[in-house]
């Protein structure tokens, strides 16, 4: 079955460090994007893609990169880690604008 | 500038009663407003969705119900159970411009019983 996948499911890491995501999907989409949950503030975008070298910035993109070099993959980087980034990271992805967007379990940050 | 904009931000239903949840949009250009469905430790799953061109979806005990002129659309939960107790997001985004879903900030609900 088609999925999508992220690792690792928990991080602990200290201020200052370069911290990378990861998010697989096996249903061949186009669209991919990265999410954070954090309490009182839902679900907000951080950067989304809609093909291979194709990326954009979401609402909250400032400290994070992302880099879409084939289908599968859409990589979450973390320049200098702070602690305002401790959160719980989804990615997700679509076929298309308007179709259901799968997401995946999610990462834990922590950022000491 | 929150673009969709979701109430109330916690619910407490009995079990066997009726659950609402609401969301306001601004962006007319929308074009596709699904809810979504969270548990704890997992990742949200589309619950249902509608498209403006109608006024209301259903899908078993889940209806969406669609107000164009207002701006709104809502959630309803009929005969909820234990099991519905989770976290619900509405969403909205131009599917004709391919936009990413803008999501409100959720509601917690729990069912007693």
């Known amino acids: 079955d088609a999925e999508i996948t992220q690792s690792p499911r928990h991080k602990i890491t200290e201020t200052g460090r370069q911290v990378t995501l990861a998010c697989h999907q096996t249903?061949?989409?186009?669209?991919m994007f990265w999410y954070r949950q954090d309490l009182g503030h839902g679900l907000r975008l951080i950067h989304y893609?809609?093909?291979?070298?194709?990326?954009n910035k979401g609402e909250v993109s400032d400290g994070y990169s992302v880099s879409r070099s084939n289908t599968e993959d859409l990589p979450l980087t973390l320049e200098s880690a702070a602690s305002s980034q401790t959160s719980v990271y989804f990615c997700?992805?679509?076929?298309?604008?308007?179709?259901?967007?799968?997401f995946g379990q999610g990462t834990r940050l922590t950022v000491v | 500038q929150q673009q969709v904009k979701q109430s109330p931000q916690s619910l407490i239903v009995q079990k066997g009663g009726i659950s609402i949840i609401n969301c306001a949009y601004e962006?007319?250009?929308?074009?596709?407003f699904p809810w979504y469905q969270q548990f704890p430790g997992k990742g949200p799953a589309l619950l249902i969705a509608?498209?403006?061109?109608?006024s209301e979806k259903k899908e078993g005990r889940f209806t969406i119900s669609f107000n164009k002129s207002a701006k709104q659309f809502s959630l309803h939960i009929m005969d909820s159970q234990p099991g519905d107790s989770a976290t619900y997001f509405c969403a909205a985004s131009n599917g004709e411009a391919g936009t990413a879903l803008i999501f409100g900030k959720g509601t917690t609900l729990s069912v007693s019983s």
């Open positions: 509608i498209r403006p061109d109608v």
């Open positions: 962006n007319t250009a929308f074009d596709y």
């Open positions: 893609s809609y093909g291979v070298q194709d990326t």
């Open positions: 249903w061949n989409h186009n669209n």
């Open positions: 997700a992805s679509s076929a298309a604008g308007n179709t259901e967007a799968f």
